[in-house]
């Protein structure tokens, strides 16, 4: 306990965090403070980028590995995993219909960009090492939880043909496809084809301003997240308190599954991080194509007003000490 304290402290010490919290409060209290929409999706291009290309960078100096092959694995694992268990919770134990358990699934299942970025800076802080493809198995983790909550939603929708559910072939390609997955990929090969050299020619831009640019990017996500109090009272009390128990049972599915094949400290961290995160970015876009009459204010609310800021700032050090205790 003493150990998960002191992480939480360690955490809440970062600036990136600490605006978070700043820009919550500054749109709890109405305050005009505000990012043009423009410059907050460069700073989001800017974050994608620099994590993808620095985690090819790496990945083509480590190589591969057995380990990358096994984490592949258990990426997909903890996309089937925690994707059924949202839907049963929300589905059989909450008494929501299935296309709104299908579409927070998805949520669940789905990966944050911005979490696993924040983790990253968080085990750097505190100089803990990760191995570098887990950038890899961040884009393979976004897709396949979509797919599979909406291949649940097409399951329990066969006694109700007027339910609209789009196309799989359209599920598909927005899943697969989305702005997020093409950078994060494609970047990371970029990094990797071009090693060291392509590596110190961007690396004053797209590494060094790092912790200066995710530090404005939190301060956005904390006004939007701030604005998404009001909402909680439609969201009701029992949504409420499973998005934060949500992301701790699947951060310890995350866990225990990445120290049982022997990964190290940080590298276990980071996917029960993963596992833990919830998508605003992805997982929103599909859905909303795919399940047109699900609510937003269930997925969206719950996402990112509730489990994202608890992610942030509670979550990250306590799947850094389940981890530290299963070395």
């Known amino acids: 306990m003493n150990e998960l304290l002191l992480n939480g402290f360690s955490n809440l010490n970062n600036p990136a965090i600490l605006f978070f919290v700043l820009g919550f409060i500054a749109s709890i209290i109405r305050s005009d403070i505000k990012i043009p929409e423009s410059i907050v ?40 995993t925690t994707t059924t268990i949202v839907f049963i919770t929300i589905y059989h134990l909450l008494k929501k219909d299935f296309l709104n358990a299908g579409a927070i699934a998805a949520h669940y299942g789905s990966v944050s960009v911005v979490t696993f970025i924040t983790a990253v800076s968080f085990l750097d802080k505190i100089g803990v090492e990760y191995n570098s493809y887990i950038v890899g198995m961040l884009a393979i983790m976004e897709s396949p939880a979509i797919l599979i909550a909406l291949l649940l939603v097409k399951f329990f929708n066969k006694s109700n043909s007027n339910t609209e ?16 997955i093409v950078l994060l990929f494609g970047s990371l090969l970029i990094g990797f084809v071009t090693g060291s050299k392509g590596y110190n020619l961007i690396s004053p831009f797209f590494v060094t301003p790092f912790q200066g640019v995710l530090t404005l990017f939190l301060l956005e996500m904390g006004m939007i997240a701030g604005k998404r109090i009001e ?18 049972i699947n951060g310890i599915i995350g866990v225990l599954l990445a120290s049982f094949i022997g990964l190290n400290l940080g590298t276990t961290t980071l996917f029960g991080v993963l596992a833990a995160s919830s998508s605003y970015i992805a997982a929103p876009a599909a859905v909303r194509l795919a399940l047109p009459q699900a609510n937003p204010i269930y997925y969206i609310t719950m996402s ?17 000490s389940l981890s530290s205790m299963l070395q």
């Open 165 to 180: 559910v789009t196309n799989i072939k359209e599920i598909f390609k927005e899943a697969l496809f989305n702005g997020s």
């Open 304 to 320: 990112l007003a509730i489990t994202f800021p608890f992610n942030i700032i509670l979550g990250i050090p306590l799947y850094y």
């Open 41 to 80: 999706k460069i700073l989001s291009i800017y974050l994608m980028i620099s994590i993808g290309y620095k985690g090819g960078f790496e990945i083509s100096h480590s190589g591969m590995s057995d380990d990358l092959l096994k984490s592949f694995f258990i990426s997909l694992v903890i996309s089937v």
């Open 231 to 248: 909402e909680f009272k439609k969201v009701g009390l029992k949504l409420g308190i499973v998005a934060v128990f949500f992301p701790i």
